[in-house]
């Protein structure tokens, strides 16, 4: 079970980009990596996913190093909207073991 | 449009009684989960089932029943037997583990 570390919270302003990196020195072989977006009262949302290299949506980037220990998610240009607890998963596709979240990267956005 | 449904959204419950979350999907998902959320923590999960008539404990099962008797619905028992059950609960389901999970809008339960 591959365990995650992130910042407890970051702050940021509007416009700006925002990396937030998360530590998962034990990842295995079979592991992806997956990101959420969670705002207050509601259900955390699907945001990327990754195996290796780059990953990029209409949302965010995913950067993966090759040594796949570490991984960065990127947001372009954010808004007070983002305002959000961001978590850092990891997880082999279909492996019934790795379903935990952790505490999260709490991030403000200030105008 | 396809989506997962958690009712009732708030929820209160006398100390001593049972309570059940329901939880239905209709994205064909196989698995469903049931999350706890405390405020400011993260989540941390209750039970899960991958297919109809199975499922597995979390980390945090007891005090907790779920039953998976349809693909579509997972419902989730707080029992007396769940001594700290006021939380937010969060019901999601995916295609398979960690193929990206859908979440439902959550259910706010407070102990009175």
């Known amino acids: 079970l591959a365990k995650t570390t992130q910042p407890i919270s970051m702050d940021s302003y509007e416009g700006q980009e925002v990396n937030i990196t998360c530590s998962h020195n034990?990842?295995?072989?079979?592991?992806?990596i997956t990101w959420y977006q969670q705002f207050p009262s509601q259900g955390p949302r699907f945001i990327i996913q990754?195996?290796?290299t780059k990953v990029t949506n209409e949302v965010a980037s995913l950067f993966i190093p090759a040594d796949r220990k570490s991984s960065t998610l990127s947001l372009p240009r954010v808004s007070l909207s983002d305002t959000a607890v961001y978590y850092c998963?990891?997880?082999?596709?279909?492996?019934?073991?790795?379903?935990?979240f952790g505490a999260g990267t709490r991030l403000t956005v200030k105008p | 449009d396809g989506g997962i449904t958690q009712s009732p959204k708030y929820l209160f419950r006398k100390e001593g009684q049972n309570v059940t979350l329901s939880c239905e999907q209709n994205?064909?998902?196989?698995?469903m989960y049931w999350y706890r959320q405390d405020p400011g923590q993260g989540l941390r999960l209750i039970y899960y089932?991958?297919?109809?008539?199975?499922?597995q404990k979390g980390d945090i099962a007891e005090g907790y029943s779920v039953s998976r008797e349809k693909k579509e619905s997972f419902p989730l028992t707080v029992t007396s037997a769940q001594k700290n059950p006021t939380a937010f609960y969060l019901c999601?389901?995916?295609?398979?583990?960690?193929?990206?999970?859908?979440f439902g809008s959550g259910t706010r339960l407070t102990v009175v």
């Open positions: 999601a389901s995916s295609p398979a583990a960690n193929y990206g999970y859908t």
């Open positions: 034990n990842i295995a072989t079979n592991d992806y």
């Open positions: 990754g195996y290796k």
């Open positions: 998963l990891v997880g082999a596709l279909a492996d019934n073991n790795d379903m935990r």
């Open positions: 994205l064909n998902h196989d698995a």
């Open positions: 089932s991958q297919i109809v008539n199975d499922f």
